[in-house]
């Protein structure tokens, strides 16, 4: 009897489109409820400050404090939880850093200027971020790797000061956050979590300092937050529950397969796992090895819910199929594990990140391989891109009119000042003409 209930898909069926559908369209049946509890907390932080956030840390995580200044973790705490570290796990953390750090190291945006025909200097100066917050999730599991991941394109960007906030649910706190959060150089890091912490790095309170942008992924409840302090500060992105979508021709172990599917469906009860391919009996091989692996998995419960609720088997009818169903996807993770990846590269337009090859397992992506993990989710990577240096960089243009070069911009400002019926700008023009 199989273990797991994953819907099987056929694109010759006449009803896969519908299914299809289906499939890619998120649960919004809370939204509306959860906004509005979202809003209220949001307004409450902004008004009260740290009386709010010591009464929702209590209710929520629940964790008791006399002040928000209780709930920092000092420098030497952090210091210590490295020191503890055992010895494969700095390497490994180590390693992952410096990978992670020389591949932000080649996202540097850079500055220029010239000269038109008349002497105006013309320019782009690059600037980074004064402050950034950096909420890093500690609910269902604990994510040093969005420590790195979140920190360290920061300071290569020359980010002034990084606040890290994370939840500690009954004032626990992995220590091995604590220690990616030393190694990486954050300033700053208080045991806050959900909506409240990011509205007080929104807002700011007499504890903890308004920043500038806010990064890194969080729950439903810190999303909603997110969407609304737009504005008032920065953001990266709305993350959603985690997604992979894998591409076969059926010639990988499926086995491998299927452990690629459940390391994004292990996040959380929301996450998706798709596999496409034109192998009906390949397909038939995966589930069977999910079977024979679910119940070896410590969250077998959260896996088995994932793909139960929004994973799917997908027979397409070739490869091309199977790449331009990705495409509409537009998952966070896209693995090519087939023969001559990089020729079904060129059709990919739409994923957060795409992994080639058999031997290329999305989970190296999450730990060390070099590029971000906070990717584009629900279909976001239609029209946005990984973390990276430049979303704590800032473009500022620079312009220097000669007497010569504002003579001859002059007339052509006027003029289409004018046009839009706005006098004052014309006669600015005009007054160096």
């Known amino acids: 009897m199989a273990l797991l209930n994953i819907v099987r898909l056929d694109t010759r069926e006449p009803g896969f489109e519908s299914a299809w559908t289906r499939l890619l369209n998120r649960h919004t049946e809370q939204d509306a409820k959860l906004a509005a509890t979202v809003a209220d907390i949001v307004e409450d932080v902004r008004r009260r400050g740290d009386a709010a956030l010591l009464e929702y840390t209590a209710r929520f995580d ?51 200027e010239f000269s038109d025909r008349h002497g105006n200097r013309l320019g782009q100066r690059i600037t980074p971020l004064d402050r950034v917050g950096l909420y890093v999730p500690g609910g269902k599991a604990a994510y040093p790797s969005s420590v790195l991941m979140n920190a360290i394109p920061a300071k290569v960007a020359g980010v002034g000061e990084l606040i890290l906030c ?46 500038d942008k806010i990064t890194g992924p969080g729950n439903a409840y810190v999303a909603a937050a997110k969407r609304l302090v737009f504005g008032q500060v920065g953001i990266d992105a709305i993350a959603g529950p985690s997604e992979i979508a894998v591409i076969c021709d059926g010639k990988t172990d499926p086995h491998w397969i299927a452990m690629d599917l459940f390391s994004q469906a292990e996040h959380d009860e929301d996450a998706q796992a798709l596999l496409l391919s034109p192998d009906p009996e390949f397909l038939t091989r995966v589930a069977a090895a999910m079977d024979e692996h679910l119940g070896s998995l410590p969250r077998a419960n959260i896996v088995r819910a994932a793909l139960s609720a929004r994973g799917a088997l997908i027979l397409t009818r070739d490869l091309s199929e199977a790449v331009e169903l990705a495409n509409r996807a537009a998952p966070e993770h896209l693995e090519l594990s087939v023969d001559n990846p990089d020729a079904w590269l060129s059709q990919v337009r739409h994923a957060g990140a795409v992994f080639l090859g058999r031997c290329t397992p999305e989970s190296v992506g999450d730990y060390c391989a070099g590029p971000n993990h906070v990717l584009p989710t629900a279909r976001a990577a239609r029209y946005a891109s990984p973390l990276g240096v430049y979303e704590f960089q800032k473009r500022t243009s620079v312009i220097g009119c000669t007497p010569d070069g504002a003579k001859a911009l002059a007339d052509i400002a006027a003029t289409l000042a004018e046009a839009e019926g706005l006098q004052a700008h014309a006669r600015s023009a005009r007054q160096r003409g």
């Open 166 to 211: 994370v939840p500690a649910p009954r004032g626990e706190l992995n220590p091995v956050v604590l220690a990616a959060a030393h190694l990486t150089g954050v300033d700053r890091v208080f045991m806050l979590g959900g909506a409240q912490a990011i509205a007080a790095l929104a807002f700011g309170t007499a504890t903890v300092p308004a920043v």
């Open 62 to 112: 629940p964790l008791n404090a006399a002040t928000v200044a209780e709930l920092e973790i000092p420098a030497a705490r952090r210091q210590q939880a490295w020191d503890a570290l055992e010895p494969e796990l700095k390497t490994a953390l180590q390693t992952a850093a410096e990978r992670i750090r020389a591949y932000a190291e080649h996202q540097t945006l850079t500055p220029f």
